[in-house]
T-cell receptor, first 113, second 114 residues
Framework: AQSVTQLDSHVSVSEGTPVLLRCNYSSSYSPSLFWYVQHPNKGLQLLLKYTSAATLVKGINGFEAEFKKSETSFHLTKPSAHMSDAAEYFCVVSRGSQGNLIFGKGTKLSVKP | GAGVSQSPSNKVTEKGKDVELRCDPISGHTALYWYRQSLGQGLEFLIY????????KSGLPSDRFSAERTGGSVSTLTIQRTQQEDSAVYLC????????????FGQGTRLTVV
């Protein structure tokens, strides 16, 4: 079975400082992993995805994530936060290239001026 | 091109009534998902259709919930005898076969049971 745990329900950073959103996964198969973002009153948007190619994945808006099999982690990072990054972020795991998507409970990112 | 379309965008219904929620996926996408998002609960998987395979219904919370996908395209999620705890945003997503499970989400239907 697949599952995903987002370690922080809420993260607050100052504008211009680094962002780290933590995610651990559990999967019996080679997983596909994703990060989605949901801005207030907006739909879910894919930030980036890992599907067994390069372990360091770059996404949109300067975000990236590193797949670490030994730690079963897929943490999301950004070197410098922007006010527009304030949103809820979801870590997602899927069984390989098929199967349903299992969402974490989300991390709400606040960015202070 | 058009994205995933869901209708209605908002639905208010009385407890005990049946409701139908519609999802039009992106043309050509073989996979279709339904999720439920409740306040503070994240996204709860409901059901997954992939091509002509039998759907994965493992996330449906009770037998009051059912979903169909006709002709491999449009899907309808039906909730019978609605309860107040069914109030949530119901999200639909679709995915193309050749891009794995990367899903494109609709804007959702906000269901309120009064």
């Amino acid at each position: 079975a697949q599952s995903v745990t987002q370690l922080d329900s809420h993260v607050s950073v100052s504008e211009g400082t680094p962002v780290l959103l933590r995610c651990n996964y559990s999967s019996s198969y080679s997983p596909s992993l994703f990060w989605y973002v949901q801005h207030p009153n907006k739909g879910l948007q894919l930030l980036l995805k890992y599907t067994s190619a390069a372990t360091l994945v770059k996404g949109i808006n300067g975000f990236e994530a590193e797949f670490k099999k030994s730690e079963t982690s897929f943490h999301l990072t950004k070197p410098s936060a922007h006010m527009s990054d304030a949103a809820e972020y979801f870590c997602v795991v899927s069984r390989g290239s098929q199967g349903n998507l299992i969402f974490g409970k989300g991390t709400k990112l606040s960015v202070k001026p | 091109g058009a994205g995933v379309s869901q209708s209605p965008s908002n639905k208010v219904t009385e407890k005990g009534k049946d409701v139908e929620l519609r999802c039009d996926p992106i043309s050509g996408h073989t996979a279709l998902y339904w999720y439920r998002q409740s306040l503070g609960q994240g996204l709860e998987f409901l059901i997954y259709f992939q091509g002509n395979s039998a759907p994965d219904k493992s996330g449906l919370p009770s037998d009051r919930f059912s979903a169909e996908r006709t002709g491999g395209s449009v899907s309808t999620l039906t909730i019978q005898r609605t309860q107040q705890e069914d109030s949530a945003v119901y999200l639909c997503a679709s995915s193309p076969k050749d891009r794995g499970p990367e899903a494109f989400f609709g804007q959702g239907t906000r269901l309120t049971v009064v």
